[in-house]
């Protein structure tokens, strides 16, 4: 049984350009939830998607969008990439919307912006 | 979520059982205790949850105090394995609060050979 997977592994990108982060749920989950997580912190929620619709959304601004599909993968976009993105991309999943649901995390996808 | 204070780091020698400490005074009653942790260059793990009673299972056991404003996890028998970033994360059941983890510092754990 595959856990959760995230591609790419690593990712070297320059100001200003676009990336697109991508995840697969463990079989079985419906909620996807994106994390980011700076050197040395813990992971920040970015948010969370249970039907294809986004259910709730941390701190983070619109330069960050995602999107799920009907097979539950989900794709977390940045746009216009800063310096202070880079960081570990960190994708768990879920069932339903209940928040004592035990989350799974992928491997994450290390982002580094120069 | 309510905040949770923990200690930045701990030292453990191998085989020795661990205490890993967690204060939530302004805990709710609809909370529950989760802990996670994080192995090196990997993604945070699920360890174990509980609401008001002690709970174990075949990763460690979790001592709840009974005014629920502080909780312990126990790890019985350290391993190298075991060395990590240990979060403590109250997450609420009432159906009104969010559905994110809310991830602090952590406390990372050292397991001396």
């Known amino acids: 049984d595959a856990g959760v997977t995230q591609s790419p592994t690593h990712l070297i990108k320059t100001r200003g350009q676009q990336v697109t982060l991508r995840c697969s749920p463990k079989s079985g989950h419906d909620t996807v939830s994106w994390y980011q997580q700076a050197l040395g912190q813990g992971p920040q929620f970015i948010f969370q998607?249970?039907?294809?619709?986004?259910?709730q959304r941390g701190n983070f601004p619109d330069r960050f969008s995602g999107h799920q599909f009907p097979n539950y993968s989900s794709e977390l976009n940045v746009n216009a990439l800063l310096l202070g993105d880079s960081a570990l991309y960190l994708c768990?999943?879920?069932?339903?919307?209940?928040?004592?649901?035990?989350?799974?995390f992928g491997p994450g996808t290390r982002l580094t912006v120069l | 979520d309510a905040k949770t204070t923990q200690p930045n780091s701990m030292e453990s020698n191998e085989e020795e059982p661990v205490h890993l400490p967690c204060n939530h005074s302004?805990?709710?009653?609809?909370?529950?205790i989760h802990w996670y942790r994080q192995l090196p260059s990997q993604g945070p793990e699920y360890v174990i949850h509980?609401?008001?009673s002690n709970v174990n299972n075949r990763m460690a056991s979790l001592a709840i105090a009974e005014d629920r404003k502080s909780s312990t996890l126990i790890l019985h028998r350290a391993t190298l394995r075991d060395a990590a970033v240990y979060y403590c994360i109250l997450r609420d059941s009432s159906g009104a609060g969010s559905y994110q983890l809310t991830f602090g510092k952590g406390t990372k754990l050292s397991v001396i050979p």
């Open positions: 768990a999943s879920s069932t339903g919307l209940g928040s004592y649901n035990e989350q799974f």
């Open positions: 302004t805990i709710s009653g609809t909370d529950y």
């Open positions: 998607y249970y039907e294809e619709e986004e259910r």
């Open positions: 509980g609401l008001t």
